[in-house]
């Protein structure tokens, strides 16, 4: 019977209360055991799944399950709270409390049935591996200052008590706004020592949206960069009634405050707290608490507050970096480059929590670095760890092909030679071949060693891509350089990654193999074996802070967390994204249309074009807003009216003199226009239906960006907010 469910698994009886199982064997019933799948190394019982007994509490009907309308039976409910969230049986698979705790999905062995610790515990296997390495490291005017991991633990654990003198109570928040920096990093370990929850703030954030985040999370403490940010603050300042104090971490304080504190200043409060008053707080900690909430974007409606335990954190590092195959001291020491939000959970695990259990360097990039001095930090640090999102990769292949497009014609032809011959050994590697041909090893003594040693790269070893979909164009262009960039699919609720890929575990455009100890369901597949992608492992989040609804959406009665995202399983096991449920175009005709797939091909077959958004929900047919690629201020990150070089040299080979964005808008240009068509038309050539085909096309006079809102902070399309934003133009398509 399609989409309805059987349980294999013994549980108690459904209930209005988070899921409670007394084993994690949960199926749906329209699956077999096939449908789950595990990485290869990731349980030493693979799709071992539990068989009910005839004398054991299951249902194992083919029948939907029974509704939650009463609490499970011999279940203790406390006064005030759900059904289902503390029982004398144990812990729920979900809490929406700040001090709830949670069942711990641990297998009985092999991957998933590590130990538990609590971050304290993490830190300090870390200090006794490798304390006299170095693990932060900070450039201050043209010298960089390290420090051990020695001495970043000392420092965190003075934070922790500087925290206790300011009044931080358990459970409440310690909200960071700021870029990237070694006083980010011991705020954030710190505020956990103290038994707070670290709470990142995106430093593009209205004084609005910080002032809901700090509420929300109860924030006791404010730990800002600078006066720009301590600005905001100040505006929402009498609506903050948890706030105690404020820590400024970078500049010298303007206006001087009882409750405002430099950083030399709150690092010294906490000298006259007793070391024995933070212990007993650290004793009292449980892996399975809450010490993080993570802010979604909040695209549609307020950020919810995804709450990570302790164990989402300690055990997820020790599968990821096992799982990449990072390194560790004495053998090699990995280094990062630290630049992405710390308020989003990719960085937080690449920057943070992976070099933590490995013993590797965390070096911070400058604040203006996504504005153009990333590549002067890469040349310096030369990393052996890169993980960029896809904006990020796009850009630097926009610079290459600016620098190749001058070069001479001797050189562009043997850069495209080289490009065909690392294309070809790198198909060969993904399918298992080693021999390479001599070309190979020409062309990367000649073109790839220096576009490596050009972007700062040449010592790295593992290329990621994460936080949104990279386009197979640009996957194509860097496999062609011979840098493989392995993307990495997760999101906040699952405390970062859930598969993972690296060079010898890769397919073109697959989020790679499920991460040990983790398991993967396609939940109600189509004819092609599409489906919603959903998670089960010990990295899945504690529930979303004071939002029940929401959790229960995401956490399904039988423990899966639904990730939202549409995919399907090759027979390898590799994780193939194919689109967003929520982002699915359903036409007036009933067509389900994933926008993604297409709004990649135009800006593959029409180089000029910055950014795509296919529209055309319950309308009769698809349209498709457009912006051009343009110079950016480098200050406020705002787009400009001047094209950028890639463009211009574009306009150049139509026999176009245009020289600007507004030289080419309202049909202006009529070159540029009748190239965009004959893109268009290429495009909708490789439609699979009618349906498919973009019908109606529009320049906006501006690109897209985190200035103008359009992007998120991680350079993620917010299509909602576009959508409102150019309702009127959206509406032209269809009068």
């Known amino acids: 019977m399609p989409n309805e469910h059987i349980v294999c698994a013994a549980v108690t009886e459904p209930g209005p209360g988070p899921v409670r199982l007394k084993s994690y064997r949960a199926l749906p019933a329209d699956f077999s055991q096939n449908d789950v799948h595990l990485n290869a190394a990731s349980s030493s ?23 939650e309308t009463e609490p499970p039976k011999n279940v203790e409910v406390a006064q005030g709270e759900s059904p289902g969230l503390t029982s004398s049986g144990g812990h729920a698979l979900w809490t929406v409390h700040r001090d709830g705790e949670v069942q711990l999905r641990m297998e009985k062995y092999g991957f998933g049935s590590e130990p538990p610790m609590t971050i304290h515990q993490f830190v300090r296997e870390a200090v006794i591996k490798y304390g006299d390495y170095m693990a932060l490291g900070t450039k201050t005017g043209d010298n960089w200052h390290m420090m051990s991991y020695k001495e970043y633990y000392l420092a965190c654990w003075k934070a922790a008590k500087s925290y206790l003198k300011l009044g931080l109570e358990r459970f409440h928040g310690v909200g960071i706004l700021g870029f990237n920096s070694a006083e980010w990093l011991i705020a954030d370990v710190g505020a956990i020592f103290a038994g707070g929850l670290v709470v990142g703030i995106y ?52 206006e001087k405050r009882p409750d405002l504190y430099s950083w030399n200043e709150f690092m010294a409060l906490g000298e006259s707290v007793p070391n024995q008053e933070l212990e007993d707080i650290l004793d009292s900690q449980k892996p399975n608490q809450c010490c993080m909430l993570i802010y979604t974007s909040g695209t549609t409606g307020q950020p919810k507050g995804v709450m990570l335990s302790h164990d989402n954190l300690t055990w997820m590092s020790g599968m990821a970096t096992s799982g990449l195959k990072l390194n560790s001291p004495p053998k090699q020491q990995e280094s990062v480059v630290s630049y992405l939000p710390l308020s989003h959970v990719a960085a937080q695990v690449m920057d943070i929590w992976l070099p933590m259990k490995i013993g590797g360097t965390t070096y911070f990039a400058q604040p203006d670095a996504l504005k153009g001095t990333l590549s002067v930090t890469l040349r310096e640090v030369r990393p052996t760890v890169f993980l960029g999102v896809p904006r990020v990769w796009e850009k630097m292949q926009e610079k290459m092909k600016e620098v190749g497009a001058s ?138 802070l004071d939002m029940e609804d929401k959790t229960r959406e995401a956490i399904d009665e039988w423990g899966w967390l639904h990730s939202g995202d549409l995919g399907k399983m090759d027979s390898d096991g590799f994780l193939y994204i194919t689109g967003r449920i929520k982002e699915l175009i359903i036409t007036a005709g009933g ?63 139509l026999g176009s003199k245009s020289k600007k964005v507004s030289d080419i808008v309202d049909g202006k240009d009529r070159l540029v226009y009748e190239a965009i068509e004959k893109g268009i038309a290429d495009v909708n050539s490789e439609a699979i239906s009618n349906a498919q085909k973009i019908q109606k096309w529009m320049i906006l006079p501006k690109d897209f960006s985190i200035f103008g809102g359009e992007l998120g902070p991680t350079t993620k399309l917010k299509r909602p907010i576009v959508t409102k934003m150019y309702q009127q133009q959206i509406e032209s398509f269809y009068q």
Request: hydrophobic share 35%; with cysteine; proline share 5%.
């Open 407 to 544: 070069s001479s014609m001797f050189k562009r032809k043997v850069a495209a030679w080289a490009k065909a011959t690392g294309f070809q050994k790198n198909m060969k590697w993904m399918n298992g071949e080693t021999d390479f041909s001599l070309s190979y090893y020409v062309a990367k003594w000649l073109v790839f060693s220096k576009v490596r040693t050009a972007l700062g790269l040449d010592r790295c070893a593992h290329y990621f891509s994460g936080a949104a979909p990279l386009t197979r164009d640009t996957m194509e262009f860097f496999l062609s350089l011979d840098i493989p960039v392995c993307e990495l699919y997760g999101m906040s609720e699952s405390t970062g990654p859930h598969t993972i890929t690296h060079r010898d575990c890769f397919r073109l455009m697959s989020c790679g193999k499920v991460m040990h100890g983790c398991k993967n369901l396609i939940y109600q597949k189509d004819q092609e074996g599409i489906g919603e992608v959903c998670f089960w492992g010990r990295h899945v989040f504690m529930g979303y």
């Open 591 to 653: 067509e389900n249309v994933p926008p993604v797939p297409i709004e990649d091909l135009v800006k593959q077959k029409i180089p000029i074009i910055s950014f795509a958004m296919l529209v055309g929900d319950k309308a009769k047919f698809l349209s498709m807003l457009l912006t051009l690629k343009c110079q950016v201020d480098l200050n406020t990150g705002e787009p400009q009216d001047d094209l950028s070089p890639e463009a211009l040299e574009f306009c150049r080979k």
């Open 45 to 67: 019982v693979t799709n071992d799944h539990h068989v009910p007994e005839e004398d054991k509490t299951e249902n194992t009907e083919e029948k939907s399950p029974p509704a």
């Open 203 to 254: 430093t593009t954030n209205s004084p609005d949206a910080c002032e809901y985040v700090i509420n929300h999370s109860q924030a006791n403490v404010l730990v800002v960069e600078n006066d720009t940010q301590l600005q905001k603050i100040f505006q929402v300042r009498e609506k903050l009634s948890y706030v105690k104090a404020i820590v400024q971490y970078k500049g010298e304080i303007k």
